[in-house]
T-cell receptor, first 113, second 113 residues
Framework: GAGVSQSPSNKVTEKGKDVELRCDPI?????LYWYRQSLGQGLEFLIY????????KSGLPSDRFSAERTGGSVSTLTIQRTQQEDSAVYLC???????????FGPGTRLLVL | GDSVTQMEGPVTLSEEAFLTINCTYT??????LFWYVQYPGEGLQLLLK?????DKGSNKGFEATYRKETTSFHLEKGSVQVSDSAVYFC????????????FGQGTRLTINP
């Protein structure tokens, strides 16, 4: 079946602009995760969804970052007023509830100029 | 908090050499342990996992054993191939709550023919 998909695959934006990153999890996966992969910080957890609720937002680096999930499926990560330090690859993963195995999407590479 | 420390890279080996990538962890409770691999231009893929002490995970000729006494999960392969060139990430997740992954910094492996 189809894997986790993310769009866009690449995004270049100017400092101060808002961006939206989209994640389509594997059908039937109730858990959804966002991670960030950057040169300086490695792979970091951002936020976790179970269904449409986000019981763990502890990794969001600032209040410029927010995420939502609708219909227990698609999720959008929004970064407001982007800064150069937001440049990174943003990864989405999904899993069945209670499963330890997460399946990752190909990522969105964000470059803030 | 929970953390994972990986052998620093990059690592360069000749084809058919023996590979070890060290990984140690710090965690409260009893985590599950994972090795993920990122091939050039591709997303993160689960390579193998182990969920309790003394379990051995294996896949594609790679092995890792969950050692609780040394808090380690070293990745090994007896004879590497050029196609094993990739970045390898050790990770843990705890069974409680979000089951989010905590990653090591990654080890870039290059295999020369």
């Amino acid at each position: 079946g189809a894997g986790v998909s993310q769009s866009p695959s690449n995004k270049v934006t100017e400092k101060g602009k808002d961006v939206e990153l989209r994640c389509d999890p594997i059908s039937g996966h109730t858990a959804l995760y966002w991670y960030r992969q950057s040169l300086g910080q490695g792979l970091e957890f951002l936020i976790y969804f179970q269904g449409n609720s986000a019981p763990d937002k502890s990794g969001l680096p600032s209040d410029r970052f927010s995420a939502e999930r609708t219909g227990g499926s698609v999720s959008t990560l929004t970064i407001q007023r982007t800064q150069q330090e937001d440049s990174a690859v943003y990864l989405c993963a999904s899993s069945y509830r209670g499963s330890e195995t997460q399946y990752f999407g190909p990522g969105t590479r964000l470059l803030v100029l | 908090g929970d953390s994972v420390t990986q052998m620093e890279g990059p690592v360069t080996l000749s084809e058919e050499a023996f590979l070890t990538i060290n990984c140690t962890y710090t965690a409260t409770g009893y985590p599950s342990l994972f090795w993920y691999v990122q091939y050039p231009g591709e997303g993160l893929q689960l390579l193998l996992k182990a969920t309790k002490a003394d379990d051995k995970g294996s896949n594609k000729g790679f092995e890792a054993t969950y050692r609780k006494e040394t808090t380690s999960f070293h990745l090994e392969k007896g004879s590497v191939q050029v196609s094993d060139s990739a970045v390898y990430f050790c990770a843990l997740s705890t069974l409680q709550g979000a089951q989010k992954l905590v990653f090591g910094q990654g080890t870039r492996l290059t295999i020369n023919p």
